[in-house]
């Protein structure tokens, strides 16, 4: 039937990356603890970026058995995928994509030709969803990104339907093409399919809110911007989260606040990008005469 090598293929690879898992070190593994990662998905993101593909066999027939082959991991290779908790979220939610996608196809897997043919353009649209997602995962979406045009990032994205990372994806794109109500509408999809504490990943829930909240600053939303990046705050702190992408949050709220003259809210939020590692709106603030420093005329500096 046709299809059934890119299921074959998919599961193939997935079975592959568990079995990688007995490679992950005790330290990663704590690592991963830590960066509230430690699901099942997370240790199969982990191995993904750790163990890349080397080589499926055969290329294009299911004629004989499907093999996926990982390369080897170095000594050091679970920790540089370590290095980059947020590109290690992303591939959390493609890979929970590419399960979802072949656990339904195996659940509905038609019982005869006569039944896939009546279902024909259904499982046609699920087989090129499997390969597409194929296609981003490998070698590496960041290569993907790069080859994708614009057009075609956003056809794989209504293919797909309800994956809240090409959704992301459409929407920092469509933003960084100064399309505010087009980001809008993109990211309101990605909120809607991933956007949630039970989402694969916390980090990226926030990324989403990050770019809905630009989208609804664009479009001269201030409040619902607030609230956007509020909601990813607060899934951040409420898992412990300190890092990259909270003092993201913290200082671009802070520029909200500081545009709407919400000075003490501006403070508090520059305040909390610190501690999360961002420290230079606060000092700028500082050095201005604001959040407790005097301007440079008035002596005191940060």
């Not at 979406?141 to 790069?146: A, D, I």
Request: some cysteine.
């Amino acid at each position: 039937m046709p299809g059934d090598y890119s299921w074959c293929r998919a599961r193939a690879w997935i079975e592959a990356l568990i079995n990688a898992r007995a490679y992950i070190p005790k330290s990663a593994t704590r690592q991963l603890r830590a960066l509230r990662l430690d699901s099942s998905l997370g240790a199969l993101a982990l191995c993904a970026l750790a163990c890349p593909l080397y080589l499926v066999t055969p290329e294009s027939s299911t004629d004989t058995e499907i093999r996926v082959y990982l390369n080897k991991p170095d000594d050091q290779a679970f920790e540089r995928a370590l290095e980059n908790p947020e590109r290690l979220a992303r591939e959390m939610y493609l890979i929970s994509d590419l399960t979802k996608r072949t656990n339904y196809l195996a659940r509905h897997w038609p019982r005869s030709l006569a039944e896939a043919r009546k279902r024909g353009k259904n499982l046609d649209e699920r087989f090129a969803g499997l390969d597409a997602l194929w296609n981003i995962l490998h070698p590496s979406p960041e290569e993907s990104l790069k080859r994708l045009s614009d057009e075609e990032l956003n056809d794989i994205a209504e293919l797909l339907g309800d994956s809240a990372i090409l959704w992301l994806w459409v929407a920092e794109r469509r933003e960084r093409a100064d399309l505010p109500h087009a980001a809008l509408q993109a990211a309101d999809k990605a909120v809607k399919y991933g956007a949630a504490p039970a989402a694969p990943a916390v980090w990226l829930s926030a990324e989403i809110y990050y770019a809905r909240a630009l989208a609804h600053w664009e479009m001269s939303q201030p409040a619902l911007a607030e609230t956007d990046l509020e909601a990813g705050a607060a899934l951040l702190e409420k898992e412990g989260i300190k890092a990259p992408i909270l003092a993201r949050v913290y200082a671009k709220l802070g520029e909200f606040y500081s545009a709407r003259d919400n000075r003490a809210e501006m403070c508090e939020a520059y305040e909390k990008a610190c501690a999360a590692g961002e420290c230079g709106k606060l000092a700028a603030a500082r050095r201005d005469g604001k959040c407790g420093g005097e301007s440079k005329t008035g002596g005191a500096e940060l």
